[in-house]
């Protein structure tokens, strides 16, 4: 039955935020697509898992933790997981967008390599590998699709959102299917459903054979052929297909491809220093050295005899005389006894030609052995210089170190004091001093962009602080500690600050108070004051103080204004005549000035005449102070 056609997505939002831009390519699990991270603004690659596996619980359970897994893996050889999630019942992995041509396209367009070559991709490939191991992961996928080569040439491992820690289970079988490409699965993980890092060094150890051969190690009709091939058999030597092919890479790709994993590396880092130590003893011309297929190679050319006839004698053969009569060609050729003295002297050059070859060769040529000089702690320059003191050459590699100076040999391949032939090449690890990265400027980002770029500077994101700003907006990046351009060890945690917005602040009270002392409160709580263009008159808040304010309650911020509104003190009222004046009028007057009245009534009070008043006539008195009158 066809298959269905696959479904255009193009224009597709997922998550509200990955764009679905083009199409790129399809696998047996996802479909992956070039895409745009509309938050950051970036392109990506985005894989799409089938549905018939998104729609397993276990299965997506399973592929969000190790996308999270793979997140964690932060190495220039490996392509970095930005994010992982699901949208309209679909699981999604984003990825670095990486330009550039796969292995398999190397393969298909190149193969058989070089021996250079091949070490040159297949070390990255290991190294990426070790990085995952020593953190505890694996990738169990490891085929020609999932290396990249970029344009300028870096290597870089893809699809590590397969990988499983290597402590928990391992089993590859889901469904009933093999997780993993059968071209390159480990006998275990056919037999037992079960791998660990060793078997991604055994795909490793195909993927070299491939590039030295143009072809993989097994091939079948179908798949339980290539798998029973695995189980049961020894991948061949690369020099079997291709003669020529170097002894040492015969060696390592055995030791990768054991059929028993405890034959094998340990990990892709014990395999990263084997395919250093190989490149690093082959001399150039072996290195160099353009492979031919057996089956195209050229046969050795064979030398027409004359045909003999019936009583015909046996034709002369070259001898020791013809090397010697090469030998004297230039000479003079005397007349006494042509024959048998000239033999003579040809069976004698011959013996003394060779003595004089042999010794040049064992004693000053390339047979010659030399001790490989001490150049650790040396500067480049003087390593290179003892090397060739020594009649030996030299290749750079660049590795950090904490201890050694940069500039400086952290160690060499072979080490000081071992033996070599004259020429032989002997790889420098050079200092680049301590491997260090600066904490990236990402104030004013959100939350997401300074995680995003803090992980892509080689570092890790500790601990996230949240605090009020007065000047950074709510949910954006106030600073980090460490801080920005700070120099870091890789992976080093850093403590991203967010902004929680400015902090609020109680509205103190201000009524009563002085304004002076007004001022003193509002300033220290970082407030502005202002006071209102007019005073008023208060009866009991004296002239200076505070009257009013607003607000009056609630919360402000920092350089939020308070307007107070100042007391002129109180109204004054001049007391009036109130003598011989009958008491409802004289209490009349008084209300009406504003003032209280008090009544003390001498005698009885029988005829109502005030007679006397306190404070007196005219005395200047607070409006609604209360006067004493007394009536008699």
Same mark, same amino acid.
């Given at each position: ?473 709510? %949910?954006? *990046?106030?600073?980090? $500690? /460490?801080?920005? @351009? ?5 992976? #080093?945690? !850093? &403590?991203?600050? +967010? ?108 005829? %109502?005449? *005030?007679?006397?008043? $306190? /404070?007196?006539? @005219? ?5 609604? #102070?209360? !006067? &004493?009158?007394? +009536?008699?």
């Amino acid at each position: 039955m066809p298959s269905a056609p696959r479904q255009d997505l193009s224009g597709r939002l997922l998550d509200g935020r990955y764009e679905i831009v083009e199409h790129l390519a399809d696998g047996g699990m996802a479909s992956v697509w070039r895409g745009v991270d509309r938050r950051l603004d970036r392109e990506v690659a985005i894989k799409i898992l089938g549905r018939h596996l998104g729609g397993d619980p276990a299965f997506a359970d399973r592929f969000r933790r190790e996308a999270r897994s793979a997140a964690r893996l932060n190495d220039p050889r490996v392509v970095a997981v930005f994010d992982q999630g699901e949208d309209d019942g679909d699981l999604f992995l984003v990825m670095e967008l990486v330009p550039g041509r796969t292995l398999r396209q190397v393969i298909h367009d190149e193969a058989p390599l070089t021996p250079r070559a091949a070490l040159d991709l297949a070390l990255p490939v290991a190294e990426a590998l070790s990085v995952a191991h020593d953190a505890g992961l694996m990738h169990r996928d490891i085929k020609p699709e999932n290396v990249i080569i970029r344009p300028d040439g870096q290597v870089k491992v893809a699809d590590f959102g397969l990988a499983r820690a290597v402590t928990s289970d391992t089993a590859t079988a889901l469904g009933g299917n093999l997780i993993g490409t059968v071209s390159y699965l480990a006998p275990e993980q056919v037999e037992r459903g079960a791998s660990d890092a060793r078997s991604d060094v055994y795909a490793t150890g195909l993927l070299l054979y491939e590039m030295l051969t143009g072809r993989k190690a097994y091939e079948g009709d179908n798949p339980i052929h290539v798998a029973y091939q695995h189980v049961h058999g020894t991948v061949p030597a690369p020099s079997e297909t291709v003669p020529g092919t170097p002894k040492a890479l015969d060696e390592v790709v055995a030791w990768a491809t054991a059929r028993d994993p405890q034959d094998r590396p340990a990990d892709g880092g014990a395999l990263a220093a084997r395919l250093r130590r190989v490149r690093a003893s082959l001399p150039v011309e072996d290195l160099d050295a353009r492979p031919v297929p057996l089956d195209v190679a050229p046969t050795t050319p064979t030398i027409a005899m004359p045909r003999r006839k019936p009583g015909d004698t046996a034709p002369d053969l070259p001898t020791g005389a013809a090397v010697g009569a090469a030998v004297g060609a230039g000479s003079t050729r005397t007349t006494n006894s042509p024959g048998r003295p000239r033999r003579r002297t040809a069976l004698w050059l011959v013996p003394l030609l060779a003595l004089l070859l042999g010794g040049w060769y064992f004693l000053a040529g390339p047979g010659a052995t030399t001790q490989v000089p001490a150049v650790k702690s040396l500067s480049q320059s003087d390593a290179e210089q003892a090397l060739t003191g020594a009649h030996l050459t030299s290749s750079v590699e660049e590795g950090y170190s904490e201890t050694v100076p940069k500039g400086a040999v952290i160690d060499s391949t072979p080490q000081g004091g071992s033996t070599a032939h004259r020429g032989d090449t002997v790889q420098l690890i050079v200092s680049k001093g301590p491997e260090r990265y600066a904490v990236p400027q990402v104030a004013g980002q959100d939350q997401d962009a300074a995680t995003a770029a803090i992980t892509a500077a080689h570092l890790s994101v500790g601990t996230i602080r949240q605090d009020w700003s007065e000047t950074v907006a709510s %949910g954006k *990046v106030i600073a980090t $500690d /460490p801080p920005v @351009g700070s120099e870091q060890k890789p992976l #080093t945690k !850093v &403590t991203v600050i +967010v902004s929680k917005g400015k902090q609020p602040i109680d509205v103190p009270s201000l009524t009563g108070k002085t304004l002076a002392d007004a001022t003193t409160i509002v300033t220290d709580l970082k407030l502005t004051l202002a006071q209102a263009p007019e005073q008023v008159n208060h009866p009991t808040i004296p002239a200076g103080s505070i009257v009013s304010q607003t607000p009056s309650k609630g919360q402000v911020h920092a350089g939020d204004t308070i307007t107070v509104t100042v007391s002129k003190g109180p109204k004054m009222v001049a007391v009036p005549n109130l003598f011989g004046k009958q008491r409802d009028e004289a209490v009349a007057m008084l209300r009406s000035a504003g003032l209280g009245v008090s009544v003390e009534e001498l005698f009885g009070g029988v005829f %109502g005449t *005030v007679r006397s008043q $306190d /404070p007196s006539a @005219g005395t200047q008195v607070p409006e609604g #102070t209360t !006067v &004493t009158i007394r +009536v008699v």
